[in-house]
């Protein structure tokens, strides 16, 4: 008895001992759930917290445009007026367009008595050439001939280079007016005188007793068509496509269009609000720094927008009206790795031109190649200068030095075989574009709220964005 008793205690105490094993692991200990509240309360914490933060960015974000909206003094939002910012008017460029071709009908109706005088030029060319071969070749005659008409050519060119000045001047037009004016008066001196360069040696080797008279004077008819074809360098003849296709043309003047428009809203949204209040109020050198580096990016972009509207869809434009099969206006400047390839490729026409009726002449002269490269550039910077300084009103010759020392030495500098040319040369033609433009739009906007310090003709000369606001220290 005493056995089966001991038997059973040990049953029970063993099948309590199993019965509670199970009870033991499926009951956790203290620090587990201790350690299993620590998460939820960290997990908890962690969400609260980047709820806050979230929360302190947007509020951030909502204060920042807050105070962008603010018209601060030198530089202010870029999509509201100063004048009207309560109203919020949107600016997308239309005043601008509208207000830089003011004058237009003066400007076209000048475009077509400057066209007449180039017309008049090829009468009064035909009736020397005619009345030179009647003459004897040996005598007094024609070089009286040949110096009274050197003498009437020289005073018709001073002429039309003086008229649209005058023009310009008296109707005081808006910048683009301008511009298309100049522009078009150099496109029509370097027309007339790359006719006069290639048919007025064909006079003098003249010689009426072997060759034809009727090869000697050009028709007329492919004057007019030299006039308005995309070219600058005389040829006889032209390639010409068979058909014109309207919807090509039409097409590229609407991108012509387009891009006037794209550069105009760039200017109101980007440029201008960063100048526009110089010479009201003193700048520190901090945010004069922040301006002209803020205006890198919008200026590469307004000089790659005038690329692509004269260069590529104008041009291709008129190439399509006119027939013109040669479509090479530029080549690929942007893979270039010096500033030789690229002013060579850059405007393939002007190059043509240049290294046609100046570079081959003046090389001959001069000898030294160096010193022709020179010359050429500073015909080139003196043109671009003329137009810039009666397009604004004022002379600021900082184009003029960029050609004449930053290009020259970069070009002679900046070889093909340097490594990184080409990168270096896209940073500095962005640094480059976008100094000039902040220089040429303080200046611009100093005109307007600095008065005059020399009241004499200098001013014309004097930049007034050197004296009328200075730098203040922070």
Known sequence: MEAEASQTSVREVAGDRVSTLPEDKKKPTPDVLELKERIQQLQTEAVEQLEQKLQQLVEEALRVAEVAATPPSPSHHLLYDDAKYRNRTLKLGFSTIFWNFGGLHIVMATWASMQLAVFALFIAFCHWASFRVSLPISGFQRQLLDNSALIVLIACKVGFLVLPVHVIQYNQ???????????????????????????????????????????????????????????????????????????????????????IFFISFLFERSLVPMFRNFGKQQLSPKEMVVAIFGSMVPSLTVMLCVFYCILHAWMNAFAEITRFADRMFYKDWWNVNSYGAYYRNWNVVVHDWLYTYVYKDLSELLGGKRRTILAVFSLSAIVHEYILTFMFGFCYPMLFMAFEVFSVGLMFVSRDRLPGSNLLMWLLFTIGTGLLISLYMMEWFARRHCPRFIDSTWDFFVPRSWFCSPLTSE
């Open 173 to 259: 037009l808006p910048p683009i007016s301008v511009m298309i004016l100049l522009c078009e008066q150099m496109r029509m001196i370097m027309k007339s005188y790359a006719f006069l360069r290639s048919q007025v040696p064909k006079v003098k080797m003249f010689k009426p007793h072997t060759d034809a008279t009727d090869v000697l004077l050009p028709d007329f008819n492919h004057f007019v068509y030299f006039m308005f074809a995309p070219a600058l360098v005389y040829r006889d003849s032209y390639p010409r496509t068979k058909e014109i296709r309207w919807k090509v043309a039409l097409w590229h003047l609407t991108e012509v269009f387009g891009v």
